[in-house]
């Protein structure tokens, strides 16, 4: 690969935009004209979608999209050690910002119905707003049945134009609901992003996302973005970075942010705890998890996490049991027998989440004894894992498989 200079794309860019406006490029390429502005200066790194845009706007036939992938790729190789570090840094900031500036002084109260509660939107707003969020819902139902790669242009593409919408809108009212909008799409992207293997990517998004919870008022996405990035760094082995993220960010929910929130944050946070071999602490954790379930369906559960339910917290009750099972073996049965359970009741439209059951199912059969069961379990998951594209759940599924 030829040596890329960081001010390349951002010189390159320059060169090409020319005479143009910021905001007729960002117009042209659905592309907020801070971001633009942002890339030019290098205050950020390009992403494969915005550079895609900016590419097709300015006719530049390809080339800002190597020059982004390049730099991605340099960069990843070069901060793959740092990169955990400076994410959980850049999230504990945007914790302590949205502790001490919104929600400790109460002018964050949590929109618990999550997006578009407000009812001073235009009827053509609320009606636009209505087509997005079903577009966001659409993109969601893709990802299940088809995976991340499938959906991932098309879904980073619909948070850009959100983007646009919510940086162009000069109503008070309405940029909180676009903003809203733009956590859960921007929150969507960093999953699909991280599905596909590229964690400090995923974290930006995060970040991004989390900014945009609390610029709405909703606390709890923004606490469910933090678990979101405490679970990345549970992946990446950094347990107790991940517990502090945790830790954090449940002490930040309290009682106000949504039941269904809350409780899979306990059961994420079980995780964290099994990781580190804490077992009392993380089997409290999926007790609260268990008892908190019992208050989601309140006609109130926020879309982003509305797949929370008894398969879920059965799947996340087998991955603390899977590691606590090393040290103490009795409770490898426990864990068999909820991941059985969530196996069995795992929804058919979730394709590529099956992949994550059923190598966790692998990984405890095979520390119960049961190697074929183990080996046919991890073989099936490793065929959704690669049919949708999940870097993530391939890899667990090839090291459950050896």
């Known amino acids: 690969m030829a040596d890329i200079d960081e001010?390349?794309?951002?010189?390159?860019?320059?060169?090409?935009?020319?005479?143009?406006?910021?905001?007729?490029?960002?117009?042209?390429?659905?592309?907020?004209?801070?971001?633009?502005?942002?890339?030019?200066?290098?205050?950020?790194s390009p992403t494969l979608p915005i550079a895609l845009s900016l590419d097709k706007a300015l006719r530049a036939g390809g080339k800002l999209v190597s020059l982004a992938e390049a730099q991605r790729q340099r960069l990843s190789e070069e901060t793959a050690e740092a990169a955990p570090d400076r994410a959980v840094d850049d999230l504990l900031r945007e914790w302590d910002d949205v502790w001490?500036?919104?929600f400790l002084k109460g002018t964050g109260a949590v929109l618990a119905t999550g997006l578009g509660t407000a009812s001073t939107a235009t009827a053509g707003g609320r009606d636009l707003m209505d087509a997005h969020i079903a577009l966001r819902a659409a993109h969601g139902r893709l990802d299940n049945l088809r995976g991340a790669s499938a959906v991932y242009a098309h879904a980073a593409g619909h948070h850009?134009?959100?983007?646009?919408?919510?940086?162009?809108?000069?109503?008070?009212?309405?940029?909180?609901?676009?903003?809203?909008?733009?956590?859960?799409?921007?929150?969507?992207?960093?999953?699909?992003?991280?599905?596909?293997?590229?964690?400090e990517n995923a974290a930006t998004h995060y970040c991004d996302a989390a900014?945009?919870?609390?610029?709405?008022?909703?606390?709890s996405s923004c606490i469910n973005l933090i678990g979101q990035m405490s679970r990345i760094l549970t992946d990446q082995g950094h347990y107790r970075r991940a517990l502090a993220l945790a830790d954090g960010a449940l002490h930040l929910a309290g009682t106000k942010a949504h039941p269904a929130v809350r409780s899979w944050l306990h059961a994420v946070r079980a995780?964290?705890?099994?990781?580190?071999?804490?077992?009392?602490?993380?089997?409290?954790?999926?007790?609260?998890?268990?008892?908190?379930?019992?208050?989601?369906?309140?006609?109130?559960?926020?879309?982003?996490?509305?797949?929370?339910?008894?398969?879920?917290l059965n799947k996340w009750?087998?991955?603390?049991?899977?590691?606590?099972?090393?040290?103490?073996?009795s409770l490898l049965h426990t864990g068999r027998t909820a991941l059985d359970a969530a196996l069995a009741a795992w929804p058919?439209?979730?394709?590529?989440?099956?992949?994550?059951?059923?190598?966790?199912?692998?990984?405890?059969?095979?520390?119960?004894?049961?190697?074929?069961?183990?080996?046919?379990?991890?073989?099936r998951?490793?065929?959704?894992?690669?049919?949708?594209?999940?870097?993530?759940?391939?890899?667990?599924?090839?090291?459950?498989?050896?």
């Open 271 to 312: 995780h964290h705890r099994a990781c580190l071999g804490d077992a009392r602490p993380a089997q409290a954790d999926l007790a609260t998890a268990w008892k908190l379930l019992e208050r989601t369906d309140d006609g109130e559960k926020p879309p982003y996490i509305g797949y929370l339910d008894a398969a879920e």
């Open 348 to 379: 058919a439209t979730s394709v590529r989440g099956s992949a994550e059951v059923l190598t966790a199912c692998a990984r405890i059969y095979a520390a119960c004894g049961d190697r074929d069961t183990a080996a046919d379990l991890a073989s």
């Open 317 to 329: 009750t087998g991955h603390a049991m899977v590691r606590l099972g090393e040290r103490i073996p």
């Open 100 to 102: 001490r500036r919104d």
């Open 7 to 44: 001010t390349t794309f951002a010189a390159e860019l320059r060169r090409l935009r020319g005479e143009m406006t910021l905001r007729e490029l960002g117009r042209r390429a659905s592309c907020s004209k801070s971001i633009i502005s942002d890339l030019e200066h290098k205050r950020r």
């Open 160 to 199: 850009q134009q959100i983007l646009a919408w919510h940086a162009a809108t000069t109503s008070t009212a309405e940029r909180q609901q676009i903003a809203a909008l733009a956590a859960d799409t921007g929150g969507f992207v960093g999953f699909l992003t991280y599905d596909l293997g590229m964690a």
């Open 211 to 219: 900014a945009h919870a609390r610029q709405a008022g909703d606390l």
């Open 381 to 402: 998951a490793v065929v959704i894992a690669t049919e949708t594209g999940s870097a993530r759940n391939l890899r667990a599924a090839l090291t459950a498989a050896q």
